[in-house]
């Protein structure tokens, strides 16, 4: 299951029937039977589902998960259906049966999953959590907003909609991060990403200042030392109404080791935190007013050699076979796009962005650049010769 939704977490279920959640974001976990799931935008599940009813039709649904008041009618409470229909001669009921699922705004229930899932953990599928940390880092994740003149924007009170982490809203460089990098180009980005909140405040009071809602912009990024340890709280704060923020982070799994509502307590949160078998994921929601607490080794500088042999080995598999010249045109194109897609997506500069599009266009991302190790495997190679450009 994934959830391709560009705003929406939706409750997902199936009349009748259990699923148990087996794995998520391409990691094993325990088996996990639920009669719902939540799924978060840019999540995955691996779901098993056992027909074990009589022969009939049922429902499968799903409901947007929101937490905007009703009486604002700005909730899309549509439901989504397909039809789970089993193989045999009989009479559908009619209409076939409707799945229970939780209210659009329960809190409590959009968590359960989150909270009772584990890893596997067996001889091959070891647990590789770091146990200390040498980089930690407090991360908070916000809505802001900018002035306008006159009030005249659009968003809350004539604003314009804003988001950030620590405060600074991302400013996409016209030079990419990763070519800067590479050819040490200055002047396109800063390496100073703060540690902590460069202000630090009752992040879920109900009622806090206009002037906390007012974001800097920056092209800031965290540059990590191969194979650190790293730690990530991200911290939702309640501006401008506060909201869920599923965090995503490209080149590398983590390991979700705590998580809370309210505001985290660095001498009494991290005591609870699961260190024998926390789940893997690279996207995790962190909840309204709460915060969710992650590591992950920073191993991946760039995978390019493996990858790009890959992709050659294919190319020259499939031209072996008796393709038309229209498809070896479209197979030069996709090996060209892959090897693009590795250059930009699969080297050692990561993009960690909110996956709620609004939030992601509204600037909450940021950058980690993972540097080069000693042994030439863990190091980035340079682009191919015949790399097209952007």
Same mark, same amino acid.
Request: overall charge negative; hydrophobic content about 40%; aromatic content about 12%.
């Given at each position: ?66 937490? @905007?008041?009703?009486?604002? #009618? $700005?909730?899309?409470? !549509?439901? +989504?259906?397909? =039809?789970?229909?089993?193989?045999? *001669? ?71 909609? @804003?988001?950030?982490?620590? #405060? $600074?809203?991302?400013? !996409?460089? +016209?030079?990419? =991060?990763?070519?800067?990098?590479? *050819? ?207």
């Amino acid at each position: 299951m994934i959830n391709a939704a560009l705003h929406e977490p939706f409750f997902f279920s199936i009349a009748k029937h259990k699923m148990t959640v087996v794995g998520t974001d391409g990691s094993y976990t325990k088996p996990l039977t639920q009669d719902y799931i939540t799924i978060f935008p840019g999540q995955t599940f691996d779901v098993l589902l056992e027909a074990n009813q009589r022969p009939d039709h049922y429902y499968m649904a799903a409901i947007a998960f929101s937490l @905007a008041p009703a009486s604002r #009618n $700005i909730y899309d409470n !549509t439901t +989504t259906t397909a =039809i789970v229909q089993y193989r045999g *001669y009989y009479t559908p009921s009619s209409p076939p049966f409707l799945p229970h699922l939780p209210a659009y705004n329960d809190t409590n229930a959009s968590v359960q999953v989150m909270a009772s899932l584990r890893s596997l953990v067996d001889a091959e599928h070891p647990c590789n959590v770091p146990l200390s940390t040498s980089t930690k880092l407090i991360y908070t994740v916000s809505l802001n907003s900018y002035p306008c003149v006159n009030d005249s924007c659009e968003g809350p009170n004539g604003t314009r909609s @804003a988001a950030s982490i620590n #405060n $600074i809203s991302f400013h !996409t460089p +016209t030079i990419d =991060i990763l070519e800067a990098y590479y *050819y040490n180009i200055s002047g396109v980005y800063e390496d100073n990403f703060p540690s902590v909140p460069p202000v630090v405040f009752d992040f879920t009071a109900d009622y806090l200042p206009l002037l906390y809602q007012l974001p800097s912009t920056g092209t800031k990024v965290r540059v990590l030392e191969y194979n650190s340890t790293v730690e990530i709280v991200f911290q939702g704060t309640n501006l401008v109404g506060g909201a869920i923020h599923p965090m995503h982070l490209h080149g590398h799994s983590f390991y979700v080791v705590g998580w809370g509502f309210g505001n985290f307590d660095e001498n009494r949160d991290p005591m609870r935190y699961n260190l024998v078998d926390p789940p893997h994921h690279n996207t995790i929601s962190v909840p309204k007013n709460g915060w969710v607490a992650i590591r992950f080794k920073a191993s991946n500088p760039g995978m390019l050699q493996a990858l790009m042999s890959s992709i050659k080995k294919k190319k020259n598999n499939l031209e072996t076979t008796n393709l038309h010249t229209k498809e070896i045109f479209f197979l030069n194109i996709t090996i060209k796009l892959g090897v693009m897609l590795c250059i930009f997506f699969i080297a050692g500069v990561w993009f960690m962005h909110c996956h709620i599009e609004d939030h992601l266009t509204w600037a909450m991302a940021t950058v980690f650049i993972v540097k080069n190790g000693k042994h030439p495997k863990a190091q980035m190679l340079p682009p191919p010769s015949d790399m097209p450009p952007c």
